[in-house]
């Protein structure tokens, strides 16, 4: 799986835009990354990978695999190793340390945002299906009913580089270049854009706490 931060963070080490990453190197409406006919990753050449800099979330943890209950419970496991991966596996240390080491911390962040805002989105498209609401406020960066999460056309949630230049030419602005800051606004206009649908289906009471165990 792969998220629309990863996706901008690998476009950019690549020097082409999101839009251009999802057509070229993605599958499933933008959300897993596309292999070579041997199995191999897209990105893997003879002596590196492509996109190291700004690997994703999957590619950090190994050879570590993380798993989250049902009770909010994180656990880690050790992967088999790979016949064809040059990494090192070592008992020395902490899963924290190499956590750490990898620089993992901020994409747990976006995964946790992106998901509260997934599960809250679901939850409102949902009541409109149910009560056949079909005015949705349009906010410019962020997909209607129709193309969002669950719906026919996941990239266009998934291209923060489309979303934004929408969102900031209606606010009059530019979007922004650094890659966190790009991140950041693009969880804001989605929250807006679900602030405004919700205050649209009468202030539907939003749980997040609830949501997580959705």
């Known amino acids: 799986m792969a998220g ?11 020097r082409i ?10 599958d499933n409406r933008g959300t897993t990354l596309r292999s070579e006919e041997d199995g191999r990753c897209v990105f893997l050449t003879a002596s590196r990978c492509r996109v190291h800099p700004r690997r994703p979330l999957v590619c950090r943890l190994y050879p570590l ?17 790979q016949s064809d991966c040059e990494s090192e596996v070592g008992r020395e240390g902490t899963v924290g340390s190499f956590l750490e080491s990898q620089g993992v911390g901020r994409y747990l962040d976006w995964s946790r945002r992106y998901g509260e805002l997934y599960r809250r989105m679901i939850g409102l498209l949902d009541q409109l299906d149910a009560e056949g609401e079909l005015d949705v406020p349009a906010d410019p960066g962020v997909p209607g009913p129709e193309e969002g999460l669950g719906r026919p056309n996941l990239s266009s949630w998934q291209d923060i580089d489309a979303s934004l230049s929408e969102y900031c030419a209606a606010k009059g602005s530019a979007p922004p270049r650094d890659i966190d ?8 206009a989605i929250k807006e854009w679900l602030d405004d649908l919700e205050s649209q289906l009468g202030g539907i009471r939003h749980d997040p706490e609830g949501a997580k165990g959705a």
């Open 4 to 14: 629309p931060h990863e996706i901008l963070g690998m476009s950019r080490v690549l």
């Open 181 to 188: 800051e790009a991140i950041d606004l693009h969880l804001r």
């Open 17 to 26: 835009n999101a839009t251009e990453f999802l057509a070229l190197y993605t």
């Open 65 to 81: 695999g993380r798993t989250i209950d049902e009770r909010g419970e994180e656990r880690f496991a050790l992967f088999p190793r």
